[in-house]
Structure formats: C-alpha cells, structure tokens
C-alpha cells in the first residue's frame, strides 16, 4: 500500500561506513519503522528501529555502538548510518514501516551492502 523507497548502499571497505536511507513518500506524520537484513546464508534479523510516538531506539546486538537510525520528523524518512563496517555486515537490507490499521506493514524492495577487505 505504502511504497517505501531505499537509497544509499553499495561496496565499502572494512572499517568504512555508509548512510542507507528509506523514504515513504506521501506520508507526512511518524510511525514505527525498522530496519532488517538478510546476511548470505542466514536468516533474516533485526538491525535497528526507531517508534513512531517519541523516536525510541533498539538496536540488534551486532550493531550496537556501530550503527544508528535516525528520523526526519514528519516525513516518515529514516537513516541507517553504518560505522566500523566488518565484512559480516554484508547482507540485503530492507526498510520496514508500520502502518497498524492506517496501512498495515510495508516493506522496501532490499538494498545490497557488500563490506570487503
């Protein structure tokens, strides 16, 4: 229902850092959104989200320290800044957004990140 837009992934280097980005476009207030990802050959695990009422942060335990989400306020855009890249970050990420009963769950098409020595 919602088409959710990603932006900012590609190749870097270990130790490097890239800002991913997830955009819904013609959505102006703040709701719950998520980033996950799916690392070759494993399951798909939770990565960073940030709640829609007063901006709360969780993060997965193999990113803490190392990345952060962000929200532009009211424009249900989110950041994903990587820091300190290992090669184990390498993974498909996907923007995901929480509608509820406004729009149910929505989720980006995927953005590659590829971290190499």
């Known amino acids: 229902q919602v088409q959710l837009v990603e932006s900012g992934g590609g190749p870097a280097q270990v130790g490097g850092s890239l800002r991913l980005s997830c955009s819904a476009a013609?959505?102006?207030?703040?709701?719950?959104m998520a980033w996950f990802r799916q690392c070759p050959g494993k399951e798909r695990e939770f990565v960073a989200s940030?709640?829609?009422?007063?901006?709360?942060?969780y993060y997965g335990d193999s990113v803490k320290g190392r990345f952060t989400i962000s929200r532009e306020n009211g424009k249900n855009t989110v950041h994903l800044q990587m820091n300190s890249l290992e090669p184990e970050d390498t993974a498909v990420y996907y923007c995901?957004?929480?509608?509820?009963?406004?729009?149910?769950?929505?989720w980006g098409q995927g953005i590659q990140v590829t971290v190499s020595s």
């Open positions: 013609g959505r102006s207030s703040n709701y719950y």
């Open positions: 995901y957004l929480d509608l509820g009963n406004f729009g149910g769950k929505n």
């Open positions: 940030i709640s829609g009422s007063v901006g709360i942060t």
